[in-house]
């Protein structure tokens, strides 16, 4: 069975952090370009950042020098590290795999990625 699991979601204030978590099951993460996505409410889903099988990432510019994307081989896990946090991050956020092994120009089109997790919650108030 093929499934993607996110968590660490909550809530905090504007300014704090928080660790997004994704385990995959089923497959490997390592030879995928894998994406996070958010959508808050009444918006469609956006692209955050992709991670392709040469760990080059890349981030929207809404949140560049303010999230991280990681991945841990051994767990088959991967993480987005959210700093700095403001109300407009207020979404769920969803991990999504391709069958590319690398990450597509067109890297936020949702339509690139045939698996996705559940979501978790980022909520941020001021």
């Known amino acids: 069975q093929v499934q993607l699991v996110e968590s660490g979601g909550g809530s905090v204030h504007s300014g704090g952090s928080l660790r997004l978590s994704c385990v995959a099951v089923?497959?490997?993460?390592?030879?995928?370009?894998m994406g996070w996505f958010r959508q808050a409410l009444g918006q469609e889903r956006e692209g955050v950042a992709v991670?392709?099988?040469?760990?080059?990432?890349r981030y929207a510019d809404s949140v560049k020098g303010r999230f991280a994307f990681s991945r841990d081989i051994n767990k088959n896990t991967l993480y987005l590290q959210l700093n700095s946090l403001k109300p407009e991050d207020t979404a769920m956020y969803y991990c999504?795999?391709?069958?590319?092994?690398?990450?597509?120009?067109?890297?936020?089109?949702?339509?690139?990625?045939?698996?996705w997790g559940q979501g978790t919650q980022v909520t941020v108030s001021s």
């Open positions: 999504a795999a391709t069958s590319y092994r690398y990450c597509p120009a067109s890297w936020w089109n949702n339509n690139n990625y045939n698996r």
């Open positions: 089923g497959f490997t993460v390592s030879v995928y370009c």
């Open positions: 991670i392709d099988v040469t760990r080059i990432i």
